[in-house]
Structure formats: structure tokens, C-alpha cells
């Protein structure tokens, strides 16, 4: 079993549309909790991270972490088609652990 | 802005071929790593360099080498390239070892090998 695991995708939803992207990991040593997001031909740039539990918000976008359930959220509101790239959820005690990336098609 | 460059952005080798993928980044950064990313399985790191000539293997370092001799330069080598290497690669630079420190990501080396 991976580390982190996400599911891949494609997901496809419409312009407008609330996006969750969920990531679930098994180390219970994780303090910290990141969003990267990779647009096609790119590298992943940092988009979010969060420590320990708890939410946290930048303009359309909310990381959430539940340590209880060792799962993971970014929740993406109003979606637009300059959102849809791929999106990867990592967990760090020391090292960064990568989730697959899910890949996100938002439709005009 | 931080610069993460790599030398190429598409290369084609053949089976047995010597490979060297080359990253430069201009930040001053500790710490380098080298990934590769394939469907379904994300990102796996190669190894990572916390000095200059320092290395760590990462989780899956066989049938790899690097080179750090500067700060700023971080190089991958496949000894002999095999088909089953074929992927994109990528080259990262954070400020320090700490996993919460942000990693900046070069645009990738897709690498095939015939």
C-alpha cells in the first residue's frame, strides 16, 4: 500500500462546478499536508499546504486535513477551465511522500 | 522569482546509451532532488542532494548516479539507459531538508529510450 494514495482520474466537471479532490495516507507521522498543482508540460508549483488538522483558505481554494481519519481535501469553489490541470497531495513528517495526482478537465 | 532550469525538454536515446540530464537552479538552495513521474504512479524520488557533493538515495535509485560539484547544478545519469526507463524526469530545489520547505520544480525532461 502507497504512503499516499489519490485517485487519478480524469475528473470532469463544468465551469462553475465545486470541486473536491480527496487524498487518503497511512503514516501517522505526517504533520504536514500539501497542494501541488502541475499544468500540462510543467513542473508542480506549490498551491497549498496546511499543518496538522484543521482548514485552511486562499480565495477559491480550502485545504482540509482530518488526522483522525488520515484523509485529505482540497475543495476548489467556482471552477474555471484555467483550473484544470493535474493535482498532487503530499504528506510530510521529514521527507515529502507524493500522492499519484488527479488529474482535473474543467469544461467551459 | 526562483529559476529552475533542466537542459533539455525532450530527448530520445537508444537501449545501453549513457545519459546525463543536467538541472540548474539559481536560488542559492541547499537542497536538490531528481524525480521521475509516470501515470498512475506520480512522483518517485530518484535521489536528492543536500550539499555540494552530497547524495541520498531516494526509493528507487537503481540503474541511476548523480553529480552535484556546484551548488547550483544537479545531474542525473543513466549508466545504461534501458527501455524501462522511459519517462519524464523531474529536477527540484528547496531551500533546506525540511519537508515543509517548498519544493521548486523545473518544466520536466521527457526522456525516451528505444
Known amino acids: 500500500q502507497k504512503e499516499v494514495e489519490q485517485d487519478p482520474g480524469p475528473l470532469s466537471v463544468p465551469e462553475g462546478a465545486i470541486v473536491s479532490l480527496n487524498c487518503t495516507y497511512s503514516?501517522?507521522?505526517?504533520?504536514?499536508f500539501m497542494w501541488y498543482r502541475q499544468y500540462s508540460r510543467k513542473g508542480p508549483e506549490l498551491l497549498m499546504y496546511t499543518y496538522s488538522s484543521g482548514n485552511k483558505e486562499d480565495g477559491r481554494f480550502t485545504a482540509q486535513v482530518d488526522k483522525s481519519s488520515k484523509y485529505i481535501s482540497l475543495f476548489i469553489r467556482d471552477s474555471q477551465p484555467s483550473d484544470s490541470a493535474t493535482y498532487l497531495c503530499?504528506?510530510?513528517?521529514?521527507?515529502?511522500?507524493w500522492g499519484a495526482g488527479t488529474k482535473l478537465i474543467i469544461k467551459p | 522569482d526562483v529559476k529552475v532550469t533542466q537542459s533539455s525538454r525532450y530527448l530520445v536515446k537508444r537501449t545501453g546509451e549513457k545519459v546525463f540530464l543536467e538541472c540548474v537552479q539559481d536560488m542559492d538552495h541547499e537542497n536538490m532532488f531528481w524525480y521521475r513521474q509516470d501515470p498512475g504512479l506520480g512522483l518517485r524520488l530518484i535521489y536528492f542532494s543536500y550539499d555540494v557533493k552530497m547524495k541520498e538515495k531516494g526509493d528507487i535509485p537503481e540503474g541511476y548516479s548523480v553529480s552535484r560539484e556546484k551548488k547550483e547544478r544537479f545531474s542525473l545519469i543513466l549508466e545504461s539507459a534501458s527501455t524501462n526507463q522511459t519517462s519524464m524526469y523531474l529536477c527540484?530545489?528547496?531551500?533546506?531538508?525540511?519537508?515543509?520547505?517548498?519544493?521548486?520544480f523545473g518544466p520536466g525532461t521527457r526522456l525516451t529510450v528505444l
Open positions: 527540484a530545489s528547496s531551500f533546506s531538508g525540511r519537508g515543509t520547505d517548498t519544493q521548486y
Open positions: 503530499a504528506g510530510s513528517n521529514y521527507q515529502l511522500i
Open positions: 503514516n501517522s507521522a505526517f504533520q504536514y
